[in-house]
């Protein structure tokens, strides 16, 4: 280990949630939401020191195995640094197993605090969009959370497996470093002016592990078609042409394999799209996203009332930023 960070040096750190998927787009779409957590880190004297309010406070380890500190400890240990010891304080508002991000956030917000950290102290440059993207994708094992969190906006994210002797075109430095095993990469969509969110969050919780367990290993090929012109569109629909939200956000890939697991998500789902409306399982779910560029008719609400939603309307967020 090279440097060894001051003690006082601090960052802090803003990251926001996401939904993956789009409907269509399995482990490749990817939208920021303007529900953030925070992350305030100080170098200290000795020891570790986590403290959590909001979202998770009581619920989520309070030492080296917490997911912020994890990641925040791989990013020290990829810039080459170390500390005496840390303060972490997190003030959490992304809704935890929800569908929400909140994993890939915390990955995100480590590994930015890491960053932020040894820039203040002048001992490294702060991680570029690219290492932050592969180093949060890590502790993932897919990018479309992770890199909606770090670029903000829409994403398209894709993974190469690296082969022996190759190198993806465009690898940086953090992918070189992951040379065996997988490359992970995305770039942003630009997105219509018109195009608006709404999240219907329930109270209940789900565990990706579960819901991703529920897939098949093979799907016919006329569904991987399906989702496949359906994904093309997506991209289509948010840059320049919401009026195909609907159409664009239809999936064959994941969504009614879960739905045993998440009735009351699934029915949401189709009774909002009865409606006419752009209607999603927001990631793994129980979260409902909705994809807009027109108001919730009142109806939506409705619903989602007595299906036991609460209707949140975020923005759609940049990227992390670090101070």
Not at 96 to 122: C, D, E, I, Q, T
Not at 190 to 209: Q, R
Not at 214 to 222: G, H, I, K, T, Y
Request: with cysteine; charged share 15%; net charge negative.
């Amino acid at each position: 280990m090279g440097a060894v960070l001051p003690v006082g040096t601090s960052t802090s750190v803003r990251v926001p949630g996401s939904s993956a998927n789009l409907g269509p787009g399995f482990d490749c779409l990817g939208i920021a939401l303007g529900v953030s957590d925070d992350v305030d880190v100080t170098v200290v004297d000795e020891g570790l020191t986590v403290e959590v309010t909001g979202e998770g406070a009581g619920g989520v380890p309070l030492d080296e195995a917490h997911l912020v500190v994890r990641a925040l400890r791989r990013g020290l240990d990829v810039a080459g640094v170390s500390a005496p010891g840390l303060h972490v304080r997190c003030v959490n508002r992304i809704p935890h197993s929800r569908g929400l991000g909140s994993s890939a956030a915390a990955a995100v917000g480590g590994l930015a605090a890491a960053s932020g950290l040894v820039s203040a102290a002048g001992v490294a440059p702060r991680f570029g969009h690219d290492e932050l993207i592969q180093l949060s994708s890590e502790f993932e094992g897919h990018p479309d959370n992770a890199a909606a969190s770090v670029l903000g906006g829409a994403v398209v994210s894709w993974t190469e497996v690296a082969d022996a002797g190759s190198a993806a075109s465009g690898a940086d430095s953090a992918a070189e470093a992951s040379a065996g095993g997988c490359r992970y990469f995305a770039r942003s969509i630009p997105l219509h002016d018109d195009l608006a969110v709404s999240a219907f969050v329930p109270a209940v919780e789900s565990s990706t592990s579960v819901t991703r367990g529920l897939l098949p290993d093979s799907v016919a090929r006329a569904d991987a078609v399906f989702n496949v012109s359906r994904s093309a569109l997506a991209v289509i629909a948010l840059s320049r042409d919401p009026e195909c939200l609907f159409a664009a956000t239809q999936d064959r890939l994941h969504q009614h394999y879960r739905a045993p697991v998440m009735r009351p998500s699934a029915e949401l789902v189709a009774g909002l799209r009865q409606m006419g409306l752009a209607a999603v399982i927001s990631g793994a779910g129980p979260t409902v996203l909705v994809l807009r560029w027109k108001s919730l008719p009142p109806a939506a609400g409705e619903l989602a009332a007595r299906l036991g939603f609460s209707v949140v309307e975020p923005p759609i967020a940049d990227g992390v930023s670090i101070v």
